[in-house]
């Protein structure tokens, strides 16, 4: 099975306590990439592979923002080896898009009106007990 993508410089340390759970993600990734996508919607066949990436990370951001399990040089180097994603990350560190589910849920060029995407409506803005769904990723509202 091969491993996390890497670059030829060494991990830091720590790295070996993080990789058995991004090993997993990336199992997970290669599954989803290859899974049928006969009877789905274009866009609903990418869903899965939105939902690992988020998971992916957020669990880098996790282990470093919230934990403090591991150490800045491993963090870097794991935003320079593009295992966790700098610009969603940057998104989470400024408020109101502490739960954003992808990039382009605020991308306005992505959508028919120049607005952000249904699922950054809050839900008590929403009508009750109408079921909301990006068309994007599959969000079901990461505004809170």
Same mark, same amino acid.
């Given at each position: 099975?091969?491993?996390?993508?890497?670059?030829? &410089?060494?991990?830091?340390?720590? +790295?070996?306590?993080?990789?058995?759970?991004?090993?997993?993600?990336?199992?997970?990734? =290669?599954?989803?990439?290859?899974?049928?996508?006969?009877?789905?919607?274009?866009?609903?066949?990418? +869903?899965?592979?939105?939902?690992?990436?988020?998971? &992916?990370?957020? /669990?880098? /951001?996790?282990?470093?923002?919230?934990?403090?399990?591991?150490?800045?040089? #491993? /963090?870097?180097?794991?935003?320079?080896?593009?295992?966790?994603?700098?610009?969603?990350?940057?998104?989470?560190?400024?408020?109101? /898009?502490?739960?954003?589910?992808? #990039?382009?849920?605020?991308?306005?060029?992505?959508?028919?009106?120049?607005?952000?995407?249904?699922?950054? %409506?809050?839900?008590?803005?929403?009508?009750?007990?109408?079921? %909301?769904?990006?068309?994007?990723?599959?969000? =079901?509202?990461?505004?809170?």
């Amino acid at each position: 099975m091969p491993k996390v993508r890497r670059s030829r &410089k060494p991990p830091p340390d720590g +790295w070996e306590l993080i990789e058995p759970t991004l090993e997993e993600l990336e199992q997970k990734m =290669r599954e989803a990439e290859t899974e049928p996508h006969e009877g789905k919607r274009i866009t609903e066949s990418l +869903w899965p592979i939105f939902k690992i990436h988020h998971q &992916k990370t957020r /669990y880098i /951001y996790d282990l470093f923002y919230r934990r403090k399990a591991i150490s800045r040089e #491993l /963090y870097d180097y794991c935003l320079k080896e593009k295992i966790a994603d700098i610009n969603l990350i940057a998104k989470w560190k400024k408020s109101g /898009y502490e739960n954003l589910c992808c #990039l382009r849920c605020i991308q306005t060029r992505d959508t028919n009106f120049g607005t952000n995407c249904i699922c950054r %409506v809050p839900k008590s803005k929403l009508e009750e007990g109408r079921i %909301v769904e990006c068309v994007h990723c599959g969000c =079901r509202g990461c505004s809170g």
